[in-house]
T-cell receptor, first 109, second 114 residues
Framework: GESVGLHLPTLSVQEGDNSIINCAYS??????FIWYKQESGKGPQFIID?????DKRQGQRVTVLLNKTVKHLSLQIAATQPGDSAVYFC????????FGPGTRLSVLP | GAGVSQSPRYKVTKRGQDVALRCDPI?????LYWYRQALGQGPEFLTY????????KSGLPNDRFSAERPEGSISTLTIQRTEQRDSAMYRC????????????FGPGTRLTVL
């Protein structure tokens, strides 16, 4: 079966620092990946996506890196702000979507 | 069942008709999410439930869309007075735990509004 998972369940960073959230996937047929952000009591919101023919994609303050060789995905958040505190999910589509368990990002003042 | 199931798998309807899409989550899963997915894009959040309580419905496009999960298991997404722009894949996901747990997606219902 396929799985998408995160290395760490929690991550604490100082405000202003960069954050890196990692994700591993097992289905080598996955060709599309997404990062979502979920705040307490709210549903997941799309952040950024990347297709398997790319290894990097940048958005506003966020960058997603894809390493297909080791089946690893990461989300980098530049200059982390208090509003970035949330749970972050990675998701990959191969045969079907799977959302890995989330990583809770806490931004320290 | 072994996974999340959705029915019908395909639905073709005429504009103005109401449709009801069903999601049967994995047995014992507490949380249930509804998403809409356009071709070539990722799922867009619509609403979700913890048990029978609707936690967040901010993703529902307008008041023609509603969802319920009366007994904390099966959920129904209802679209009233369908419009052509409602055509999409509607996907359901469930997770065993709350919020941060792994979500498993169903195969989706492909809705086509003529």
């Amino acid at each position: 079966g396929e799985s998408v998972g995160l290395h760490l369940p929690t991550l604490s960073v100082q405000e202003g620092d960069n954050s890196i959230i990692n994700c591993a996937y097992s289905n080598s047929a996955s060709d599309y990946f997404i990062w979502y952000k979920q705040e307490s009591g709210k549903g997941p919101q799309f952040i950024i996506d990347i297709r398997s023919n790319m290894d990097k994609r940048q958005g506003q303050r966020v960058t997603v890196l894809l390493n297909k060789t080791v089946k690893h995905l990461s989300l980098q958040i530049a200059a982390t702000q208090p509003g970035d505190s949330a749970v972050y999910f990675c998701a990959g589509e191969g045969q079907n979507f799977v959302f890995g368990p989330g990583t809770r990002l806490s931004v320290l003042p | 069942g072994a996974g999340v199931s959705q029915s019908p798998r395909y639905k073709v309807t005429k504009r103005g008709q109401d449709v009801a899409l069903r999601c049967d989550p994995i047995s014992g899963h507490v949380s249930l999410y509804w998403y809409r997915q356009a071709l070539g894009q990722g799922p867009e959040f619509l609403t979700y439930f913890n048990y029978e309580a609707q936690q967040d419905k901010s993703g529902l496009p307008n008041d023609r869309f509603s969802a319920e999960r009366p007994e904390g298991s099966i959920s129904t997404l209802t679209i009233q007075r369908t419009e052509q722009r409602d055509s999409a894949m509607y996907r359901c996901a469930s997770s065993y735990g709350l919020d941060t747990d792994t979500q498993y997606f169903g195969p989706g219902t492909r809705l086509t509004v003529l």
